[in-house]
């Protein structure tokens, strides 16, 4: 039961409805100018009212590979509030380095964002083929999102 909402007054709330409050549900996210390949997904996400909480990891395979700005889609429809960092990402070099991301919704999509730390400010900059290193079996990309459902 991922949002057993809205209830009303005078409802009585059964046992399984309170502990359905919160709880993570598996989604499998869908992928723009990213092909998962043989990679592995695991993806849930939680909603309670119109707060969404999303969790997920996508460890790369040898055939997974980035052609563009890669997009996903949210397991509930979000608010159209463009322009907003809705989460972090951590970008793993095969368990090498790890990489301060974020998710940023542009255009209506939700893009992964970088830091690039070249001048005197950090400023963003979108994921790709090799940025911010040239993505290989074993790397992993993690987030951690909170938005709000339309």
């Known amino acids: 039961m991922a949002n057993p909402f809205p209830f009303v007054a005078g409802d009585v709330l059964t046992a399984a409805e309170l502990n359905g409050i919160g ?7 869908t992928f723009n100018n990213l092909t998962v390949g043989n990679g592995t997904l695991n993806f849930k996400f939680a909603q309670v009212n119109e707060f969404v909480h999303v969790v997920g990891i996508l460890t790369f395979g040898s055939t997974t590979s980035i052609t563009g700005v890669p997009n996903f889609t949210f397991p509930v429809v979000e608010e159209d509030f463009p322009q907003i960092f809705q989460g972090f ?22 893009r992964l964002l970088t830091m690039n730390v070249a001048g005197t400010y950090p400023a963003g900059a979108y994921v790709g083929s090799t940025v911010p290193f040239t993505w290989v079996t074993g790397d ?10 339309a």
């Open 89 to 110: 990402a951590t970008l793993s070099d095969a368990n090498i380095n790890d990489y301060l991301g974020f998710v940023y919704r542009a255009s209506s999509e939700n």
């Open 23 to 29: 709880e993570y549900t598996a989604y499998t996210p």
């Open 140 to 149: 992993a990309i993690r987030v951690n999102i909170i938005y709000k459902a």
